[in-house]
């Protein structure tokens, strides 16, 4: 698919980033799974893995989530923030950070870990991340 | 010690003084604060690198399991970054015991048949290394967009969410899993330790109600089991007609079931009830354990360990 070509390309993921995995578009989201679960059908499941990306008109958005599990090796468009810019965006605010990488999502880094997505328009970097619970 | 007992209902004393050892003790754990207890997400992380990150938490490992933890200072945990990020579950220590027992191995087809909220869910994903499938099961709307929360944040990529009817369920998937897990729905008296909900709902017709959907759930769970696999069978309540009560129906509708001894080193079980109530349960029943709160400072808890023969009948 070239949406995960673009993907790849985009965060310098290695060429076996989903390697074991399968992915199913619905709409205009990917899916990704390993293969029994993607053909898994007995039960009719309301969801099948995890959400990859969405897909829009002029660009793909990978989510947090999977990018938590699946970006871990991103080479490129990665952000790295210190503890107080990781919870003000995990809160859903913006930040302003001067950083070397192309304007468009990017990958917010804390501590080695792929904290969730941003996008990034030079000096703001406004959280992507899915507000789940406050962190303090 | 009566201070304790009149936080309980007359009825709920006089079952459980009859069975229930070291009562005094039990009485008092149940009313004590539980210790705030999580897992380390090993699809994500380390558990050196979550001591590192929740050092301010003082975590101690627990002696049975090396991925559980109790934090001495617990208060916030659920707001850290690292928990955001899915490299800890909190989740009492009994309640990770049943997936412990069940064992399921990296490619196994595994059934969660009651999976909401999904803290075994996920920590069979791990034990799995995020391969193979689990269908995580649960009929309650809501209850499942929890699951698929919790699921997200912990990085299951081996998980289908269902939302079936459990009782009806095994007829799509009969024989189909290596193992599965069946972790009642039930009157949750073990939990009244974390919410004195349980307390204030508590009847013993409440426990029968939920004694009927749970020989529903064993049954449909053993159906959909493949000959030759395994099904562990656990609520958090220590009611006899929730518990023993239930594996014996199991085994008068398939004799052929067995109920598998299992220890857990470190952890201390009890042998589940020879009788209750007149019954007498069959003796192999007594190899299912029950998890007291005085014995290792958690919830109480029910575990039975069941084997389907490759040559059984459903």
Avoid at chain 2, 66 to 94: C, E, M, W
Avoid at chain 2, 213 to 219: A, E, F, K, P, S
Avoid at chain 2, 263 to 275: D, I, S, V, Y
Wanted: positive net charge.
């Amino acid at each position: 698919m070239e949406q995960i070509d673009f993907l790849r390309l985009r965060f310098g993921l290695p060429a076996n980033w989903l390697e074991g995995l399968e992915l199913l578009k619905e709409q205009e989201t990917i899916f990704v799974g390993t293969s029994d679960v993607m053909r898994f059908d007995n039960l009719k499941p309301l969801r099948r893995g995890m959400r990859l990306c969405r897909i829009f008109p002029h660009s793909v958005k990978p989510t947090t989530f999977a990018m938590q599990i699946l970006g871990k090796k991103a080479m490129k468009n990665r952000i790295e923030v210190n503890d107080e810019q990781a919870k003000c965006l995990i809160n859903g605010s913006s930040i302003e950070i001067d950083a070397a990488v192309e304007n468009g999502f990017v990958l917010i880094v804390w501590q080695g870990l792929v904290l969730g997505v941003g996008l990034y328009k030079k000096p703001l970097l406004k959280s992507h991340i899915p507000k789940v619970r406050p962190v303090e | 010690m009566r201070k304790i007992k009149s936080l309980f209902p007359e009825e709920f004393i006089d079952r459980y003084a009859r069975f229930i050892p070291d009562f005094d003790s039990f009485l008092e754990a149940m009313v004590a604060p539980l210790p705030t207890v999580f897992r380390v997400n090993t699809l994500k992380t380390t558990p050196e690198k979550v001591l590192e990150l929740l050092a301010d938490f003082q975590p101690q490992p627990l002696a049975y399991y090396p991925l559980g933890f109790v934090a001495r200072n617990g208060q916030g945990l659920g707001k850290t970054i690292s928990h955001f990020l899915g490299l800890i579950y909190i989740q009492d220590a009994a309640s990770m015991i049943p997936a412990l027992v069940l064992d399921p191995k990296p490619r196994e087809r595994v059934l969660d048949i009651a999976a909401a909220p999904g803290s075994k869910t996920t920590q069979m994903a791990a034990m799995m290394k995020n391969t193979g499938l689990i269908v995580a099961n649960d009929i309650s709307l809501d209850r499942v967009r929890g699951l698929i929360g919790n699921i997200d944040r912990m990085g299951c990529l081996n998980v289908a969410v269902c939302r079936t009817n459990g009782l009806t369920l095994a007829q799509k998937v009969t024989d189909f899993f290596d193992r599965v897990l069946v972790d009642a729905p039930c009157s949750s008296e073990g939990t009244m330790r974390k919410t004195r909900e349980a307390l204030r709902r508590w009847t013993v017709k409440a426990i029968q109600r939920f004694s009927t959907v749970q020989r529903g759930l064993i049954r449909a769970g053993y159906q959909a089991l493949k000959p030759g696999g395994i099904m562990v069978y656990s609520t958090c309540t220590v009611a006899p007609e929730e518990n023993e009560a239930v594996v014996t129906a199991l085994l008068k509708r398939y004799p052929d079931a067995e109920i598998v001894p299992f220890e857990l080193p470190g952890f201390l079980t009890r042998p589940a009830l020879r009788e209750w109530n007149g019954e007498l349960f069959p003796e192999e029943v007594q190899r299912c354990r029950r998890i007291l709160p005085q014995d290792n400072d958690t919830e109480a808890f029910f575990v039975a360990l069941i084997r389907k023969p490759i040559n059984g009948t459903d």
